[in-house]
C-alpha cells in the first residue's frame, strides 16, 4: 500500500476513533437520565431540591470549559482527552453515592465539571478532523454523542425496569464506558503545541465571533431543551394525551434529531453550512407553529418532530464554526459550549415560569421566535463545514479523499 494509502487510512481510523468518543460520551448521559427517579428517591429530595442539584451540573460545566485548553497544550491532545473522557466516564458513579441534597450538588458539579471538559476537548479534535478531511464531519459526530445517548438510555431503562440498585448499575456502566474510551482515543489526532505557541489562559472572556455563533446555538438549544422537558407536558396538559402517547413524542423529536444529525453532513456538504442552518430554522419554526395551533396530539407530536429535524446540526455547526474562526479552536469551543450550556439551563425552568404565568401555548410561542433566529442569522456559520479545504497541511500528513 502506497503512503498516501497509510495516511488516508489513518485519517478515517482517527475519525472513526473520534465518533467512538463522542458515543461514550453521550452514553453517560444517556444512562444517567434514566435513573434520575431513583436518586431522587434514595436522596428524599423534592422536585425543588432535585432542580437545584441538577442546576450545579450546567455550573460545573460552565466554570471548567475554559480549562480544557490549556490542559490539551499541556498534554497533547490525545493524552488531554484520554485523561478528561475517563475522568467523565468514571465520575457517571458519584451522584448514586450522593447520601443528602449537599453532596449530591457537590457530586453534580463535578460530574457536569468533567462532562464540559470532555465536551470542549472531544469537539476540538473534531474540528481536526474536519481540517485533515477537507469535509464536514461535525454533525455525524454529534450523531453518535445522539445513538450514544439512546443506547445509554435504552440500558438504563432496562435496568430500572428490573429494579437495580443504580450504584451497582452504575459503577458497572462507568468501568465498560472507561475502557471503550480510553481505547478509542489510542487512533485520535495527537496535536502538539508548537514551540513558540502560548498556552492559553486558564479563564478568559470568549472572543466576539464565539458570542455571535453561541447566540445562534443558544436559540437551538433553547428550542431543544424547551422540546424534550416539555413536550409530554404539552401533550398531556394541553391536548389531554395518555402518558404513552405523551412519552412518544419526546422519543419523537430525540429519533428526528439523531437521524438529522447522522445524515446532516451529507447536506451541509452538498448546500454548506448556511443554507443548512437556514433550511433546519425554516422546519423548526413550522414544528413550532404546529405545536402552538394543534388541536389534535398527532399535530403536535408531528410538530416536534419537525422542531428535532430542524435544530439538531445548528449546535454541531456552531461548534466547528467556532473551532475555525480564530488560531485557538478549544478557546473559542468554549466560549460557544458556556453559551449552549447556559441556554440549556435557562430553557426548562423559563418554559415552566411563562407557562405558569400564561400558558405552555405562550412558551412555545417564544421558543417558535427563537427557531426564526436560526434562519435570520446563520450567516455567522459561514466558516462551518469548510473543513479548512485546500488547507490540509504536510504537518498533519493528511490527503483528501478521491472522488467517486
Not at 460520551?25 to 444517556?30: E, L, M
Not at 460557544?336 to 411563562?354: K, R
Not at 462551518?384 to 500528513?397: K, S
Request: charged share 10%; with cysteine.
Amino acid at each position: 500500500m502506497s503512503d498516501v494509502g497509510e495516511t488516508r487510512d489513518e485519517v478515517m481510523r482517527a475519525r472513526y476513533a473520534v465518533a467512538a468518543v463522542f458515543a461514550v460520551h453521550g452514553a453517560v448521559t444517556g444512562t444517567f437520565a434514566t435513573r434520575v427517579p431513583w436518586i431522587q428517591e434514595h436522596t428524599s429530595l423534592s422536585t425543588g431540591q432535585l432542580g437545584l442539584a441538577l442546576a450545579f451540573t450546567a455550573f460545573g460545566a460552565s466554570c471548567s470549559m475554559p480549562l480544557a485548553g490549556r490542559i490539551s497544550h499541556r498534554f497533547g491532545s490525545r493524552t488531554a482527552l484520554r485523561g478528561l473522557i475517563a475522568l467523565w466516564t468514571l465520575s457517571l458513579v458519584l451522584p448514586s453515592l450522593a447520601p443528602n441534597l449537599y453532596t449530591l450538588c457537590l457530586a453534580m458539579f463535578v460530574y457536569g465539571a468533567s462532562a464540559g471538559m470532555a465536551d470542549v476537548a472531544m469537539n476540538a479534535l473534531g474540528v481536526e478532523v474536519e481540517r485533515l478531511l477537507g469535509r464536514s464531519v461535525m454533525s455525524g459526530l454529534h450523531g453518535m454523542w445522539s445513538a450514544g445517548a439512546l443506547t445509554g438510555s435504552a440500558a438504563g431503562t432496562l435496568a430500572a425496569h428490573l429494579g437495580s440498585d443504580a450504584r451497582v448499575h452504575f459503577a458497572l456502566a462507568a468501568a465498560v464506558l472507561t475502557v471503550l474510551g480510553v481505547l478509542a482515543c489510542r487512533w485520535v489526532p495527537d496535536v502538539q503545541p508548537t514551540e513558540d505557541e502560548e498556552p492559553p489562559p486558564r479563564f478568559a472572556l470568549p472572543p466576539r465571533s464565539a458570542l455571535l455563533i453561541g447566540a445562534v446555538g443558544f436559540c437551538a438549544v433553547f428550542a431543544e431543551g424547551a422540546s424534550l422537558d416539555w413536550s409530554a407536558v404539552f401533550l398531556r396538559d394541553r391536548l389531554d394525551s395518555s402518558a404513552g402517547l405523551a412519552a412518544a413524542s419526546t422519543t419523537g423529536f430525540m429519533l428526528t434529531m439523531a437521524a438529522a444529525r447522522i445524515a446532516g453532513d451529507a447536506v451541509v456538504n452538498r448546500f454548506g453550512a448556511v443554507r443548512t442552518v437556514r433550511a433546519g430554522g425554516v422546519l423548526a419554526a413550522l414544528g413550532g407553529l404546529l405545536i402552538v395551533l394543534a388541536g389534535h396530539p398527532a399535530v403536535a407530536m408531528a410538530g416536534f418532530a419537525l422542531m428535532g429535524l430542524g435544530i439538531a446540526v445548528v449546535v454541531p455547526l456552531c461548534f466547528a464554526a467556532a473551532g475555525h474562526a480564530g488560531p485557538n479552536p478549544s478557546q473559542a469551543i468554549a466560549g460557544v459550549a458556556t453559551i449552549t450550556y447556559t441556554s440549556g439551563l435557562v430553557a426548562p425552568s423559563l418554559i415552566g415560569t411563562v407557562a405558569q404565568a400564561t400558558s405552555l401555548v405562550v412558551s412555545f410561542c417564544l421558543v417558535t421566535a427563537l427557531t426564526c433566529g436560526l434562519a435570520g442569522f446563520a450567516g455567522v456559520l459561514r466558516t462551518a463545514g469548510r473543513g479548512a479545504r485546500g488547507e490540509i497541511t504536510a504537518r498533519a500528513g493528511a490527503v483528501p479523499e478521491p472522488r467517486s
